[in-house]
T-cell receptor, first 109, second 114 residues
Framework: EDKVVQSPLSLVVHEGDTVTLNCSYE??????LLWYKQEKKAPTFLFML????IEKKSGRLSSILDKKELFSILNITATQTGDSAVYLC?????????FGAGTRLTVKP | NAGVTQTPKFQVLKTGQSMTLQCAQD?????MSWYRQDPGMGLRLIHY???????DQGEVPNGYNVSRSTTEDFPLRLLSAAPSQTSVYFC?????????????FGSGTQLSVL
């Protein structure tokens, strides 16, 4: 059965810390892996990864995909309270997208 | 630019009642989908459509119907609501084909079935 597993499920850090969020997958017809940030309601797009080993970067956030070992990581450096959210990993297949349960990140001042 | 618009934002139903969640997008996206989000379970696909007149089932389709008569609209119907359908519902769309799988989400509908 196809699955996307995120770890940890929740994480509490202090401002300035660096965090690494994990996403492993077993999915048929893999097309790409996406990361979303969900604060209150609608998820907002962060990254889309299709090739192994190529880091995507946006400010303090970065992500990389390993298609051989079937996982991705999302790094956030110098965390801020505004980074507090649920981070969702999703794998796009031919006509659908399978989501993980998410990692709830709490950044304390 | 409105993007993906969902209505209503909140709804309370009694068991057995029916209702329709509305979703409209103004980005000319061919692909539209409905997800439900439950605590600890992430987003699960209910139904999707790759164009007007074409719909298909996702991971959890039971108890829901959809239709796609226009490119813009993709309503989700609950024919006889059950407490197990209490959830947050998201509509999402993207361009079909091409290289981007990026989904654009609506703001969600919080549904409670008593």
């Amino acid at each position: 059965e196809d699955k996307v597993v995120q770890s940890p499920l929740s994480l509490v850090v202090h401002e300035g810390d660096t965090v690494t969020l994990n996403c492993s997958y077993e999915v048929t017809n893999f097309r790409s892996l996406l990361w979303y940030k969900q604060e209150k309601k609608a998820p907002t797009f962060l990254f889309m990864l299709t090739s192994s080993g190529i880091e995507k970067k946006s400010g303090r956030l970065s992500s990389i995909l390993d298609k051989k070992e079937l996982f991705s990581i999302l790094n956030i450096t110098a965390t801020q309270t505004g980074d507090s959210a649920v981070y969702l990993c999703a794998v796009a297949r031919n006509n659908d997208m399978r989501f993980g349960a998410g990692t709830r990140l709490t950044v304390k001042p | 630019n409105a993007g993906v618009t969902q209505t209503p934002k909140f709804q309370v139903l009694k068991t057995g009642q029916s209702m329709t969640l509305q979703c409209a997008q103004d980005m000319n996206h061919e692909y539209m989908s409905w997800y439900r989000q439950d605590p600890g379970m992430g987003l699960r696909l209910i139904h999707y459509s790759v164009g007007a007149g074409i719909t298909d089932q996702g991971e959890v389709p039971n108890g829901y119907n959809v239709s796609r008569s226009t490119t813009e609209d993709f309503p989700l119907r609950l024919l006889s609501a059950a407490p197990s359908q209490t959830s947050v519902y998201f509509c999402a769309s993207r361009a079909q084909g091409g290289l981007s799988e990026k989904l654009f989400f609506g703001s969600g509908t919080q549904l409670s079935v008593l």
